[in-house]
C-alpha cells in the first residue's frame, strides 16, 4: 500500500480527536444530538486548522446509520464511504475550479432529488470564497429555502470575500489558529505511536514553524522523518526545514545585553552563512524580545503559551537585570528600523546596523529606580549642610507645642532639617505653621550644641496618638518623611492626617491628585509606614485615602443642559439652520 502521509493518516475521525477547536466541535455536536443543526454551515479559519476535517465529521454525524449522532460509528458504510471519499450522498466540491455559474446550477438542479441511501445529501464546498458573483447570485435561492434532505457545509479562509447575502444565510464558525504546545503535543502522540525517537525541543521547532497549522506540522515532521534514517537531533530538524536554531537568538540578546558587539557581528555572518533569511530571523527576533519583556512584566509571564518551559526560565535569567524600560526601548528600535532590514540590498549589514544602534541606547530607568536615586541624591545633599540628621531625632516636639501630654525632655531640639524640604517650600497646607518647626537656618547648630540630643530618641515614650494635634504633627512627620524621601514627601503635601485607634493612620489624598497610584504601591506605604513608626516610635499601620474632590455629577449634568440650551437659542445658530435648511443633529460640550 502507498505511504499516507500524517496529515491524512491521522486524520480526526470524531469531534474529539479534533485539536484545540473545542468551541466549534462542541456547538455543532449538540446541535446534532438537539436537532437544531442549521441547513447551510459556514467553517472559517487560517489552513490547517481542520476546517475540512469538521465537515466531514459532520456529514458522518447526520448519515451515520446510527444517526443523529455527536459520535459516528465509522465502521457503517455512509462512515466508511465519506472517510474513504467516495461517498454517493456527500459531495465535495472545491470551489477554486468549480466556480462558475454552471457548477452551481448544476449543483442547484442535482440538489431536488433524494440521497441515494442516507438521511441527507451533502454538499461540502471548499474553498467557498474563490466562486465567482454569479455563482453566488445562483447559490442565494437554494441556500435560503433549501430542500429539507440537503446540508450545505462551506468552508472558507478569506471569509471577507464572501458576499454579506450568503453570509447571512449561513451559521458561521470561526477555527482558530492552533498553539505551538498543541500541535507539539499532538505530534508527540503521534511520534510515539510510530516510535519515533525526537525531543520536546525539535518537536516546538517543527510547531513554530507550522506556524498554527496543525497540517502544515504534521507535513513538515514527515519531511524530517523521511530525511533522517537515526533517531532525529533538533540540529538536523534546524538543517532540514531551515530554521532559525533558538539558542541563536538567546545568544544575540545575551550579546547585547552584555554589550558584545564582537559576538553580534559573529551570529550575523553565521546566519549569512547558513543561508538564512534576515527579514525572517528579524521577525523571530522582534518576537523574542516581545517575549522577553512580557516575562519582565510583573504576572504576565502565563500569557506566554507559546512559549515552551525551558525557553521560559532561559528568558526569565536573561532579563533578571534589564529593566522594562530597556527592554521596551529596544524593541522600539527594532521596529523603527524593521522597513531598513526589509528594503535593503544588504539586509546582514542593515542588521548589524541595528544592533550599532540598540547598543548606543543607554537603558532607561525605571520610575522606582529613579525616585529612588532621587531621594538618595536629595539625601546625600542634606548631610553636607548638617553633618548628622537622624529622622529619630524627630519624636521630640518643638517647644513651642502646645498640648502633648507627654513633654520632651529637651525643648532646645527644635526640628530636623529642611534644606531640600519639599514641602515647606510649596507646601499649600493652611493650618500648619511652619515658622516654629521648620527653622531652616539653626538646625546645623542646635543640634551638636545640645549635649542631651544624643540620648533623647531612645528614651522617648510613644507619643500619644489620641491627644495629637493632627495638623502640627502631620506637618513635622511630612517634613521628617521630606528629609529621608523627598520624593514620597512632595507626594504626602497635600494630604491630611487623621488617627484611627488603635494603630491606625489615614492619610487622605484628593482624588485629583496626580500621584496616588504611586502613594498606594506596596513599597511606598511601607516606606511611610517604617518613618511613622521611627516618628511615633510604636508600630502603627497606614492606609491611603481618596477623597472625592472636583465638581458633583448632578451639578455637572445641569450646567451641561443649561449650556446645550444657550447653544440651542443662539441667534447665529438658528440663522445658520434657516439659511441651510439644517437641523441641529448633536451639542458637543468642549
Ligand atoms: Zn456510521
Redesign the pocket.
Known sequence: MAYLVFARKYRPQTFEDVVEQAHVTKTLSNAVTSGRLAHAILLSGPRGTGKTTIARILA?CVN???APTST?????R??TEITAGNAMDVFEIDGASNNKVENIRELRENAKYMPAHSPYKIYIIDEVHMLTDAAFNALLKVLEEPPAHVLFLFATTEVRKIPITILSRCQRHDLRRIGINAIAAHMKKICEGENIDISDKGLALIAREADGSIRDGLSLLDQVITCTETAITDKEIIDILGVIDRQILFDISGALFSGDMAAIIDICDLLYRQGRHMMKFYTELIEHFRNLLVVKMEGAASTLSDVPAHERELMEKQVGNITQPHLFQVLNVLFEEEWRIKLSASPKTALEMTFFRLMQIRPAFSLDALIEKLDRLKTGIAPAGKPQSPGASEPEPSASEPEPSAPEPEPSAPEPPVHGNVLSETGPDSPGDPGPECPADDPPESAPADPATPDAPSETPPMDLSQMDNGEIWDRLKSSICEKSPVLGACLADGTLTYTPPDRLVIEIASTHPNIALLRRKKNIAGIEKHCNDFFKQPLKISIDVKQTGPDPGDLKKKHRELESEARAHPLVNAAIKTFNGKIQDIKIL
Do not use: D, R
Open positions: 458522518k451515520c446509520s446510527e459516528p460509528c465509522n465502521q457503517c455512509s462512515c
